[in-house]
């Protein structure tokens, strides 16, 4: 990992600000500069990343297991991003664990009344194809042949073909390196910044791109419509993840437990790492994880697989995802400040990052290029609803009426 650099007093110029070093800014960091942009990376904490909820995630790839709770938009934006994922991995310099062996979901049998309601969910929300394509009923023998751990302890389960995940952590440290050697220049312990800050940092940019995750909430505010209260358009929700040494387990693939009360997910990571965690809590509370939620998650594990009850605990980790009202991402854009502002990835953040960096990597690069207006942002990037011209006033921001000079996709 590179040394953190010192606050600059000299001031320096770049093509590109972006504000926070979490997934979104890493990969961002790592396209732009790849496409011979002059970036800055700034971040308020250091180069390790475990200030942010990738650090902790399990970085599952699953489009069509996120279907059951998901939108379209999601399933969508991580079939795009499964593929880029593949591609990428493969281009950075340093190996990085990344497997698409799909997920097993499986489930007690005083559970089963939850297969119907995930298989209905999943059936009306992901493509009817995708459904066809990837989902494969397994008996007990099948759950066996697949997952030989787990034969003899579940007489049915389903194999969604095609998901798959990677180490987040291990990709975070390789997006980092790749970029710093194409020329990313790094400030680490900066503090608490927004972009009328950067002069501070000696740091004079072209366009900035604002990755701050739940740091950013005060410029996420929105306007009501008499445009005097200012309503939360960015909230924190709180997620639980628990890491584990199981050598005894021997899992080659995520696995997703139904569960009425606390489904989990389990995700095998190298060297006999697991991670186990749930869906999440509507709490903005980031407090030490509680024994209650430490037993549910570790006990629905050892349900799974008895030799859980070995397993050393390595981690019990809490963390909150940046999350809008309709839980889908956005990008807002305002011309005039020649800011870009990515937020809202949600649970779904190693999912569809790819996806949504993309989009908003080009936006920056037409404004660099001086042509910000629709039709210079590619057709398949311009995700319906999700690139919006805004209009910055104080912490409130205000959506552009359609058709107001800006020429942005709405």
């Known amino acids: 990992m590179p040394p953190a650099n010192n606050l600059m007093t000299a001031v320096q110029s770049f093509d590109v600000a972006i504000l926070g070093a979490g997934l979104a800014g890493r990969l961002s960091a790592w396209q732009l500069v790849r496409a011979g942009a002059r970036v800055a990376l700034i971040e308020r904490g250091g180069p390790d990343g475990s200030g942010s909820a990738a650090h902790v995630a399990a970085a599952m790839l699953a489009p069509l297991a996120e279907s059951a709770i998901a939108e379209r938009r999601i399933v969508d934006l991580g079939m795009t991003s499964v593929d880029l994922w593949r591609t990428w991995i493969g281009e950075l310099p340093e190996p990085v664990f990344f497997q698409e062996d799909g997920t097993l979901v499986v489930w007690h049998a005083r559970d089963r009344s939850e297969v119907s309601l995930f298989t209905g969910r999943m059936r009306a929300v992901a493509p009817p194809d995708l459904v066809q394509q990837r989902l494969r009923a397994l008996d007990g023998e099948g759950v066996g042949q697949i997952e030989p751990a787990l034969a003899g302890r579940f007489p049915q389960g389903l194999l969604l073909q095609g998901e798959g995940q990677l180490d987040n952590r291990g990709a975070m440290h390789a997006l980092l390196n ?54 939360p358009g960015l909230r924190g929700l709180r997620g639980e993840v628990v890491r584990v040494h199981a050598p005894d387990v021997k ?76 839980h889908l991402p956005a990008i807002r854009v305002d011309q005039q400040a020649r800011v870009v502002r990515v937020n809202g990835l949600y ?44 209009q910055e006033r104080g912490t409130a921001m205000l959506s552009a009426r359609a058709g107001a000079g800006s020429g942005l996709l709405h």
């Open 178 to 231: 790749c970029a710093v050697t194409e020329g990313l220049h790094c400030v680490w312990e900066a503090g608490d910044i927004d972009a009328d800050a950067l002069p501070a940092l000696g740091i004079r940019a072209g366009v900035v791109l604002d990755c701050r995750g739940l740091g950013a909430r005060a410029a996420w505010t929105n306007a009501s419509a008499g445009g005097e209260t200012a309503l």
């Open 251 to 326: 899992l080659h693939r995520p696995v997703r437990l139904l569960h009425p009360r606390y489904p989990i997910y389990i995700a095998p990571k190298p060297n006999d790492l697991y991670v186990i965690g749930a869906t999440e809590l509507e709490s903005e509370d980031e407090s030490p994880m509680s024994v209650r939620s430490a037993l549910e998650l570790l006990s629905a594990a050892h349900s799974l697989h008895p030799a859980f009850g070995e397993a050393r605990v390595l981690e019990l980790n809490v963390q909150r995802r940046p999350t809008r009202p309709d």
């Open 347 to 390: 649970r779904h953040g190693w999912l569809i990052a790819p996806a949504v960096t993309e989009a908003a990597c080009a936006v920056v690069r037409a404004m660099l290029g001086g042509d910000p207006a629709a039709h210079a942002v590619p057709a398949a990037l311009r995700w319906p609803g999700m690139i919006e011209a805004v």
